[in-house]
């Protein structure tokens, strides 16, 4: 069993950058390949960033060069840097990771962009 916990959402301007946290449980983190996922209203949930064990990070198209993941294994704490936001990256952000064939998911962190 893996929890996961999100923090770091709000509402931001146009432009503005957030940073978004999620804290793993467990002993094993810096086993886990981590994703974030975003699911915006009416919207099926997609991936936006990985990241693996050993650090290689991959990116949706639409956020490629604003945003990034990374991770602090001492800390079991996986982060994406959102910088230029726009209001089309409003939506409720979820961590996720699969751990020996399940899947496990945050409670999700709501980001909305708006002036």
């Known amino acids: 069993q893996v929890q996961l916990v999100e923090s770091g959402g709000g509402l931001v301007q146009p432009g503005g950058s957030l940073k978004l946290a999620c804290s793993a449980s467990g002993s094993r983190f810096n086993l886990y390949g981590m994703s974030w996922f975003r699911q915006a209203p009416g919207k099926q949930r997609v991936l936006v960033a990985g990241i693996s064990s050993g650090g290689n990070t991959n990116y949706a198209d639409s956020v490629k060069g604003r945003f990034t993941i990374s991770r602090d294994n001492a800390k079991n704490t996986v982060y994406l840097q959102m910088n230029t936001l726009e209001p089309e990256d409003t939506a409720v952000y979820y961590c996720?990771?699969?751990?020996?064939?399940?899947?496990?998911w945050g409670q999700g962190t709501q980001v909305t962009v708006s002036s």
């Open positions: 996720a990771t699969v751990v020996v064939g399940n899947v496990y």
